[in-house]
């Protein structure tokens, strides 16, 4: 009956009641909200990165990144690329030559990182092919074909077919030079892909350089959702000797962006909770002051303080329960929509792809944040009571009485 | 045994400021089955005295006993169990839980008492025939005249046959045909439930229904006549 008690009373006032509730869903629905944006943001940004970039893990020889000194290979990185292909888990793999070197049209001249690249095998491990927005996989021109990042084409005022030359220094210290044509523009969320890259074939940088079957980096793409950690205690087992890394060591912006992330939520979380508990208090002071003579009577005749504080409570509870599931409902719906369609940021996608987002974001939450949220605006709710409560208990029956 | 027994109450609001001697030695008896009314001008003190019997209100000095227990002496957490238990309070007004029906206002008490359903139940409903409201039962308080009202804060205070009613002018703000009414009620219960009544007011039509009539002034008795 306390139970019914305080269910009626929360529609005493009906007004009042709904204003609450209407700010528990309003606050629920926020949260979801922000998340399931920010979420998209990273988790978008992060598989981007993952499927179109750094891959899962890499390996290099242990030398090799201090300064991408051209000498220091994986030592039969092809061969070993063929046989972690086959482990379980692994997706696909990839062997390439970097160099580290400069593109130059007749306007101008970049920085670039060759990438040459075992065509077919990157083809699986990083799609590069589904990146390219003008000309083709390395298919329609013979000699020395190239890919560059639509930045950088850019930058050097060239388009498809354009000439350029890539200079840099070779396995003996000389100074080398290799014209290629261009025969494909890729564009991607990654920066790096936009302006640093260039991508030839494998076996033309071979020739160039004379380094033959050698390569620098292993890329090892996983199945999706699979740790890493098995895939690179098992390398580190069968081949010794080599430096093996992940996405979270390659990348360590990444894992910073995603703690910023969190951060950022909790920062939201608590103003919004904060509002909500201000609320919270506020009505239900006043739903207590209201009542202060029923109270006042109730206690005389023999309520005890812990039915007083418990119905305040339960009231309560029963507004974030009215509230909370359609907070949820809203929040849903407006998240499946959205993660269906995305939301199309073209608009400010200038601003946006210089941090190297996509201009389509799609948001995203897993499933327990609903719970967690949920959670939290019922322990909200709850805080937001206790005060009142602790008023309610507090009165004096005589004087509650006496009121007029 | 007496139900009450008061020894030399004294009651001062405001002790540390403005002393208000609201209260000036009372000593008093009240006995099982009495139908008792606590008369006398506004600020002799009845409410004030009526509060300390009911243990709302703590008294400066002296001692209350009902049913044998010295509830001055009692935390005010006990306190409230005690009251729940052995002492039925009808007020002036606000008596009811207007989200309630009547005839829950008067099982809502029983549920703190921790009584069954089945007793809430029939309880609740020999009470309303008694009070003749059992075709209000299950309409609001808001839904019947103040009188009825009344009714309903009566039978809520019989409902576990508590030790005495205490009732602070309970007709108050009644109508005369209400009041009357009202007492008939009251009086009726009193003989069939021998249940002890102890009730404040200064209508005289309200006095001359009364078995004995306890008169204060300036906080001490003047007169205790019993009819
Ligand atoms: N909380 C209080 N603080 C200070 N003085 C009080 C308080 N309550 C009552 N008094 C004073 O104590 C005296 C007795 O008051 P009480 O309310 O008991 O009188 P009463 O007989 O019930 O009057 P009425 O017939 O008007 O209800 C009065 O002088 C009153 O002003
Ligand atoms: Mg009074």
């Given at each position: ?21 209407g700010?528990?869903?309003l ?67 990839t ?45 329609g ?42 025969v ?12 640093l ?6 076996k ?27 895939t ?105 929509y959205?993660?269906?369609?995305g ?39 709850i ?17 509650a009485?006496?009121?007029? | ?13 405001n ?11 009372i ?14 001008p ?69 549920l703190?008492q921790?009584?069954d ?7 609740a409903m ?7 409201i ?71 039509r309200?006095?001359?229904k ?18």
């Amino acid at each position: 009956m306390l139970l019914k008690l305080s269910w009626k009373n929360v529609w005493r006032s009906k007004a009042r009641s709904f204003v609450v509730i209407g700010s528990i869903i309003l606050g629920v629905w926020a949260l979801l909200i922000g998340t399931g944006f920010m979420n998209g943001f990273g988790v978008s940004y992060m598989a981007d990165v993952i499927n179109h970039d750094v891959s899962n893990i890499q390996v290099h020889n242990k030398e090799f990144k201090k300064d991408f000194d051209i000498n220091y290979f994986v030592s039969n990185g092809t061969e070993k690329a063929a046989k972690v292909r086959t482990w379980p888990h692994v997706k696909a793999t990839t062997t390439r030559i970097i160099i580290n070197g400069m593109i130059s049209s007749p306007k101008k001249g970049a920085a670039v990182q060759i990438r040459g690249i075992d065509i077919a095998n990157e083809q699986k491990v990083t799609q590069l092919d589904s990146l390219l927005i003008e000309g083709s996989y390395f298919k329609g021109l013979k000699r020395h074909p190239i890919i560059i990042g639509s930045k950088l084409a850019k930058t050097l005022h060239v388009k498809l077919r354009s000439k350029v030359v890539l200079t840099f220094t070779n396995d003996e210290g000389l100074i080398t030079a290799g014209a290629f044509r261009i025969v494909g523009i890729v564009k991607s969320s990654s920066v790096k892909i936009n302006e640093l890259y260039a991508f030839v074939k494998q076996k033309d940088l071979a020739k160039i350089t004379s380094i033959g079957h050698q390569v620098h980096e292993l890329a090892i793409l996983l199945e999706p959702h699979v740790n890493e950690a098995a895939t690179v205690a098992k390398y580190n087992q069968t081949y010794k000797g080599d430096m093996v890394e992940t996405w979270k060591e390659i990348a360590p912006e990444l894992a910073l962006m995603q703690q910023m992330y969190n951060q950022m939520l909790y920062i939201l979380m608590l103003i919004i909770m904060t509002a909500l508990v201000f609320g919270i208090v506020n009505t239900m002071l006043m739903a207590v002051l209201e009542r202060y003579r029923e109270l006042g009577m109730l206690m005389a005749v023999g309520m005890g303080k812990a039915n007083v504080y418990a119905m305040i409570l339960i009231e309560t509870i029963y507004l974030g329960l009215v509230g909370a599931p359609l907070g949820l409902l809203a929040g849903w719906l407006t998240l499946s929509y959205y993660s269906k369609v995305g939301v199309d940021l073209t608009e400010y996608s200038e601003g946006l792809e210089s941090f190297g987002y996509s201009s389509i974001l799609y948001p995203y939450l897993e499933n327990n944040v609903y719970l967690i949220v949920t959670f939290s605006v019922v322990v909200t709710a709850i805080i937001g009571a206790l005060y009142p409560a602790w008023k309610a208990v507090k009165l004096n029956p005589v004087e509650a009485l006496h009121k007029i | 045994m007496s139900i009450i027994k008061a020894e030399n109450i004294t009651k001062t609001y405001n002790e540390s400021t403005i002393p208000v001697h609201a209260i000036n030695g009372i000593n008093l008896q009240i006995e099982e089955g009495e139908f008792t009314a606590i008369v006398g001008p506004s600020g002799c003190g009845k409410t004030t005295f009526l509060n300390i019997l009911g243990g709302l209100d703590k008294a400066t000095k002296g001692s209350v006993e009902v049913a044998g227990v010295n509830i001055g002496e009692m935390p005010d957490s006990k306190l409230i169990d005690f009251r729940l238990k052995n002492i039925g309070f009808v007020f002036q007004a606000y008596n009811l839980i207007p989200v309630l029906t009547n005839k829950e206002n008067i099982e809502f008490i029983m549920l703190l008492q921790k009584k069954d359903k089945k007793e809430r139940e029939t309880r609740a409903m020999e009470l309303l025939e008694q009070m003749g409201i059992a075709d209000k039962a299950n309409l609001r308080p808001s839904e019947l005249s103040g009188g009825q009202q009344q009714r309903v804060a009566v039978a809520r205070a019989l409902a576990s046959k508590p030790a005495f009613i205490l009732a602070d002018e309970p007709t108050a703000n009644l109508d005369s045909k209400s009041t009357a009414t009202l007492l008939d009620i009251m009086a009726k219960m009193n003989q069939e439930e021998k249940a002890t009544f102890v009730f404040s007011t200064h209508d005289q039509r309200v006095i001359d229904k009364a078995k004995r009539v306890i008169t204060l002034e300036d906080g001490v008795v003047i007169s205790d006549v019993t009819r």
